[in-house]
């Protein structure tokens, strides 16, 4: 999170990008909670909890369906047939893979808690920034996101982990394919996008 704070830091500053007011920011704060926060840390704590790596991923990737199911219903946004088409391949997908029994039992219950805290925190962010996010500029609305989600990630670890660190080629793998596979992508993409409307 810091990594990615420090790089939209720069990309802000170069572009000149208008800071949040001080009800924006709040909202930014919720925004990342959400989908930085619930979304990856339900995903990390699946996987810590034993739910398999590819559904701690696939249950979270529901949220179409979830976001397009509440938008249609209580956001007043329309569906069309071919969406409801797409959506329910995806779900009966995704029942395919969960109908093996022996996925269900891997990990704990509190591993399935995580994945659905991951499924909602990703579907309601996505709501709750469309509805009151529109007008912030990216890059610094970002930059508010992901520094919540770095002091949400960092109370949970003064809190539950032992803060022993065992460096390991492994670890520093894993810290590389987060930094350039998760967090440095999903920060550079708006960048990509505005670059080329150039």
């Known amino acids: 999170m810091v990594f990615v704070v420090a790089l939209l830091g720069a990309v802000a500053w170069i572009g000149g990008a208008r800071w949040p007011d ?27 909890q034993g739910v398999p790596a590819g559904i701690s991923a696939l249950i979270p990737g529901l949220q179409p369906i979830l976001v397009s199911t509440i938008a249609s219903r209580f956001m007043g946004e329309r569906v069309g047939p071919l969406q409801w088409l ?66 949400f990630f960092a109370t949970g670890a003064l809190l539950v982990e032992t803060r022993a660190v065992r460096w390991a080629p492994a670890l520093l793998a894993a810290r590389a394919r987060l930094r350039s596979g998760l967090s440095l992508r999903r920060a550079a993409l708006p960048v990509c996008s505005t670059w080329s409307r150039w």
């Open 86 to 151: 797409g959506l329910a391949l995806g779900l009966i997908g995704v029942l395919l893979v969960l109908h093996d029994r022996s996925i269900i039992a891997a990990g704990s219950i509190i591993g399935w808690i995580a994945t659905v805290v991951s499924l909602l925190g990703i579907a309601l962010g996505t709501l709750y920034q469309k509805k009151f996010g529109g007008g912030i500029d990216w890059r610094t609305g970002n930059i508010v996101q992901y520094a919540a989600a770095r002091l």
């Open 22 to 48: 001080r009800r924006e920011v709040l909202h930014s704060v919720a925004t990342g909670l959400m989908v930085h926060g619930l979304y990856l840390g339900g995903v990390f704590v699946a996987i810590a």
